[in-house]
């Protein structure tokens, strides 16, 4: 059973918004953190955006600053990210993940146990 499960994906035009929802699925566990990762046909898997429960702060990449927003639920291991002003380069499998370890390093790949399937986010100009 896939522990996380990620939804709202889809197909926007060029300067549109979504929101990507995931949430635990099955066995509940306690995390670290959370993040966003996306990966383009081709390319390696690229950090988004993190959360670190504990303080509520929040990382990220420097390709979404400033027109995405990552928020969520610590306690229930919901995330959330809110983007605005997709790009065709936007366009990718995103997948949400849960560090469970203590002082989990949230910007790559490794600081993660958790992961959902993906969601497909498709932009068009």
């Known amino acids: 059973q896939v522990p996380l499960v990620e939804s709202g994906g889809g197909l926007v035009q060029a300067g549109g918004s979504l929101r990507l929802s995931c949430a635990a699925s099955?066995?509940?566990?306690?995390?670290?953190?959370m993040g966003w990762f996306r990966q383009a046909p081709g390319k390696e898997r690229e950090f988004v955006a993190a959360?670190?429960?504990?303080?509520?702060?929040?990382y990220y990449a420097d390709s979404v600053k400033g027109h995405s927003t990552i928020s969520g639920d610590g306690p229930r291991n919901a995330v959330y990210l809110q983007m605005n002003l997709l790009n065709p380069v936007d366009t990718a499998v995103y997948y949400c993940?849960?560090?469970?370890?203590?002082?989990?390093?949230?910007?790559?790949?490794?600081?993660?146990?958790?992961w959902g399937q993906g969601t497909q986010v498709t932009v068009v100009s």
């Open positions: 993940a849960a560090a469970l370890q203590a002082y989990s390093i949230l910007g790559f790949p490794a600081g993660y146990d958790q």
């Open positions: 959360i670190r429960w504990s303080v509520g702060s929040t």
């Open positions: 099955g066995r509940t566990f306690s995390s670290y953190g």
